[in-house]
């Protein structure tokens, strides 16, 4: 049973340009999370969502920050028009379907870097 | 707003010595406090929780203690050896989890 993959692990983008990260949940979790890190600090909340919903967006930038998670397929955060400031690991958790367990599990993060 | 507050922010201890990471937090919605792992390079992973309930929880060499009406709760790893050097994360949530607040992180360097 593969874990949370995500890809690519490095991504090198310049000020302007699009980042798109990809998360695959383990199998049978239907629950995907987005958290940020920056440099030497801990995990911040950005994203909730299930198959094709939106539960908590509430870390999420309200300006050129989104993410989906299609019936078909990994989710996806999309971050347009990066900027320096956007350079951190974003990291993408998943859990079991509400109620089976309380345990959160990360992929091994993309490291992202704005030139 | 730092809804989880963590201490010390690094860490050495000699081997076979006990390590003590320090949380507190203000939300008393908060009713699940996990501790994570992580390894440069890596993701975090889950390494013991505790709900509020119950005032310690050992699993191994880890200890959870829980103290709610002071809010805060600490981790305390027994014989500490140097694979256990890794950044270690407290966290909080509420209702199912399905956010997490994390403590800013503690580097733990276990000298051999």
């Known amino acids: 049973n593969a874990g949370v993959m995500q890809n690519p692990r490095h991504l090198v983008r310049r000020r302007g340009q699009e980042a798109r990260l990809r998360c695959s949940p383990m199998k049978g979790h239907s629950h995907v999370y987005w958290y940020r890190q920056l440099p030497e600090e801990g995990l911040k909340f950005m994203v909730y969502l299930q198959k094709e919903n939106i539960i908590d967006e509430s870390g999420m930038p309200k300006e050129r920050f989104s993410a989906e998670f299609p019936k078909e397929g990994p989710s996806i955060l999309r971050i347009q028009q990066v900027v320096r400031g956007d350079s951190a690991a974003y990291f993408c958790?998943?859990?079991?379907?509400?109620?089976?367990?309380?345990?959160?599990?990360f992929g091994s993060g993309t490291q992202l870097s704005v030139l | 707003q730092q809804q989880v507050k963590q201490s010390p922010q690094s860490l050495i201890v000699q081997k076979g010595g006990i390590s003590i990471i320090n949380c507190a937090y203000e939300n008393t919605a908060f009713d699940y406090f996990p501790w994570y792992q992580q390894f440069p390079g890596k993701g975090p992973a889950l390494l013991i929780a505790?709900?509020?309930?119950?005032s310690e929880k050992k699993e191994g060499r880890f200890t959870i203690s829980f103290n709610k009406s002071a809010k805060q709760f600490s981790l305390h790893i027994m014989d500490s050896q140097p694979g256990d050097s890794a950044t270690y994360f407290c966290?909080?949530?509420?209702?199912?989890?399905?956010?997490?607040?994390f403590g800013s992180g503690t580097k733990l360097n276990v000298k051999p």
């Open positions: 958790a998943s859990s079991p379907p509400e109620g089976l367990d309380e345990k959160l599990f």
């Open positions: 505790i709900r509020p309930d119950v």
């Open positions: 966290a909080a949530s509420r209702n199912n989890f399905n956010k997490f607040y």
